[in-house]
């Protein structure tokens, strides 16, 4: 078989990404939490009931 040539990805960050961010009074605040055990740059994806990291598999939990 042929091998497929993969499609050229865009450098540029996804819409999605702005989401996370929010500027106040000229200084940048990010809107989620970083991972604990990956460090900054990594963020944790909120769930109804937790916040996960998608690279370690960190997760914490949400008191109701």
Known sequence: ??????KPR????SPKVWTFYKIENGKLIRLRKFCPRCGPGVYLAQHP????CGKCGYTEFLKK
Do not use: C, I
Not at 1 to 6: D, S, V
Not at 10 to 13: E, G, I, Q
């Open 10 to 13: 865009s450098k540029r960050p």
């Open 1 to 6: 078989m042929a091998k497929k040539n993969p």
């Open 49 to 52: 009931d937790r916040l996960a």
